[in-house]
């Protein structure tokens, strides 16, 4: 399979607790996304990586979250100290570069946090 | 206000029925627009990029108003493998993709 892949895909944690989440873009793609979605809301935006560079985070990135791409290969999301709130399914997706590229997205980590 | 409006719906049609839904904007240095299709349980995938001009791929047109700040989907002759639901994408100075909320499509026999 050479789409892009997230793990775990299903993850439940107690409040409080800190998690992290992988994903492994398609090979050649230098940009990856990381979204979070709500039941009945789209994707939002959270941060991208161009290569290893974190180049943009939404304000949305509280700093309780931290993402690294460190060889510009797979990258982590983290979460840390997990509030109900923070209960979504995330997805990362990546592309061959900018704007005019289709993203391709993975299945997705679905986070409950108790 | 959100970057991006779509009506949620659902829209329920029958079967060779032709829907269109469309989907605003507020950000008038919005530079692309896309079409992501995302079954239910399933990531989203593009269905189809907006262009200036218009653009049409096989039972699927999708029209862009700068003007106005809206995009609009078309899809003539409904299938059931239609259903699903139609996000609407913009960007923002290349880097920021955001998403509507999603508009509910069920085709019905």
């Known amino acids: 399979d050479t789409g892009v892949s997230q793990n775990p895909r299903h993850k439940i944690t107690k409040r409080g607790q800190n998690v992290t989440f992988r994903c492994d873009p398609i090979?050649?793609?230098?940009?990856l996304y990381w979204y979070r979605q709500t039941l009945g809301q789209g994707p939002e935006f959270l941060t991208y990586?161009?290569?290893?560079?974190?180049?943009?985070k939404s304000r949305l990135l509280s700093d309780r979250f931290s993402a690294e791409r460190p060889k510009g290969s797979f990258s982590t999301l983290e979460i840390q100290r997990t509030e109900q709130g923070d209960s979504a399914m995330y997805l990362c997706a990546s592309s061959l570069g900018g704007e005019l590229y289709e993203q391709y997205f993975g299945p997705g980590t679905r986070l409950t946090v108790t | 206000r959100k970057e991006v409006e779509q009506d949620p719906g659902p829209f329920n049609v029958p079967e060779g029925a032709t829907v269109a839904f469309n989907c605003t904007y507020s950000n008038s240095a919005s530079q692309s627009f896309f079409w992501y299709r995302q079954d239910c349980r399933k990531e989203p995938k593009l269905l189809m990029s907006v262009y200036s001009s218009g653009n049409e791929d096989g039972r699927f047109t999708a029209q862009l108003n700068r003007a106005s700040q809206y995009i609009s989907l078309l899809i003539r002759d409904s299938k059931l493998s239609d259903s699903a639901t139609y996000l609407c994408?913009?960007?923002?100075?290349?880097?920021?993709?955001?998403f509507g909320t999603g508009t509910s499509l069920t085709v019905i026999p």
């Open positions: 994408v913009v960007t923002l100075r290349g880097n920021q993709f955001y």
């Open positions: 090979s050649e793609h230098n940009r």
């Open positions: 990586f161009q290569n290893e560079a974190q180049l943009e």
